[in-house]
């Protein structure tokens, strides 16, 4: 190759750089007008559907052009490029179960990205609480892992909360083993999330079978404590290995190669449709012979999908003590005819029922599951 033979390509490149620039200076005013009319009018900043509607049409784009680029780049370039535009016209405060490292806090910016004010804390009724009381915009909080199942307290938070869901996400759970130090002699205790610990139980019980185990509040205060004590290993993730200068002693121990969480946000807004919808509703039912089975056929006769299907006791509620609430995933919108049909039969033969949201699945675009 001969010397400043790719000084052409490179001036092109940077022309393109040049335009793309501008093109985004024209988009940011554009967003600050938008934002100036939302004000006026009293809408929302945060519109989930939209954001949606915008990497996938994006990303559509992408393939029908062939640039080469994989649609996981592309939505990535765009959810960040929408944060920033976003944060034009409010910058969003999110509430997460902390401290900084969980995967709680890599689930919100995967979500929202980095042009957010991240808030962590450290109960998961402090999470809710935060945007509840209004110092917060948005709550995060894990709903369901694809090993242990449900999250109870999380549930049990959603039977009250006087928020609704308005998007939700699904990260894969790669859980590493972390010290301060390399090598796993001298270690006499593991620290993690108790979810953490029953997800990689199995490796546990084979490769540390006499170490002691203690659940803390979060993955990330696990980290923390590994931090401070050399003969402690903590059960986190990347971001917190990055985070408190960890080493990783092994990794992939989770019991299942394929290990996900869900992550649900909480707050005050109402998506309106868009082609990733789901909604989400908690039912109880009276204490007799074939109540449920009406409650299913409701959805069955008006031709409703369910995702999830899920009893648990019911607490708080007009339902008597031991008897059950069902927490019901549909595919779709509460907008849709026959799912607004299929609901209003179903309050028909309950005791209990609340809906949750109609929200987008944002895991559907393909979005990248690490923003560090």
Not at 28 to 40: D, I
Not at 225 to 234: C, L, P, S, Y
């Amino acid at each position: 190759m001969k010397p400043g033979e790719l000084k052409g390509f490179r001036e092109k490149i940077d022309s393109v750089d040049d335009q793309i620039i501008k093109l985004l200076a024209e988009r940011a005013g554009y967003v600050k007008e938008v934002g100036r009319r939302k004000k006026v009018a009293n809408l929302p900043e945060f519109r989930p559907e939209r954001e949606v509607e915008i990497i996938e049409r994006m990303c559509e784009k992408n393939e029908l052009l062939n640039t080469g680029l994989p649609s996981e780049s592309i939505a990535t370039f765009w959810l960040e490029i929408i944060s920033g535009c976003r944060a034009l016209e409010k910058k969003l405060k999110v509430a997460y179960l902390g401290p900084q490292g969980t995967y709680s806090e890599l689930a919100a910016r995967v979500l929202f990205g980095h042009m957010v004010e991240f808030v962590p804390c450290y109960s998961l009724e402090e999470v809710l609480d935060k945007s509840e009381s209004g110092d917060t915009d948005i709550s995060v909080l894990p709903v369901e892992n694809s090993i242990e199942g449900t999250v109870g307290r999380t549930l049990d938070l959603l039977l009250t909360a006087r928020l609704n869901i308005s998007a939700e996400i699904s990260i894969p759970i790669n859980h590493l083993l972390l010290r301060k130090v390399s090598g796993v002699e001298g270690i006499t205790k593991v620290v993690a999330h108790s979810q953490a610990l029953l997800q990689c139980q199995k490796w546990l019980d084979v490769k540390l079978p006499s170490v002691s185990r203690l659940a803390v509040e979060s993955n990330g205060i696990a980290a923390q404590m590994a931090e401070q004590d050399e003969k402690i290993v903590a059960i986190a993730g990347k971001m917190a290995q990055e985070k408190y200068k960890l080493v990783s002693v092994a990794k992939d121990i989770q019991n299942e190669k394929f290990n996900r969480t869900r992550f649900a946000a909480l707050g005050n807004f109402y998506p309106d449709e868009c082609d990733v919808d789901q909604t989400s509703i908690i039912v109880g039912v009276r204490d007799q012979v074939g109540a449920m089975h009406k409650v299913v056929e409701s959805f069955a006769k008006n031709k409703v999908s369910l995702r999830r299907f899920e009893s648990r006791p019911a607490r708080m509620t007009r339902v008597s003590a031991w008897e059950y609430l069902f927490y019901i995933d549909l595919e779709g919108h509460i907008n849709d005819p026959k799912i607004k049909k299929a609901l209003d039969d179903v309050r028909e033969n309950s005791v209990f029922f609340k809906n949750l949201g109609s929200y987008p699945l944002f895991e559907k675009l393909g979005l990248p599951s690490q923003l560090t």
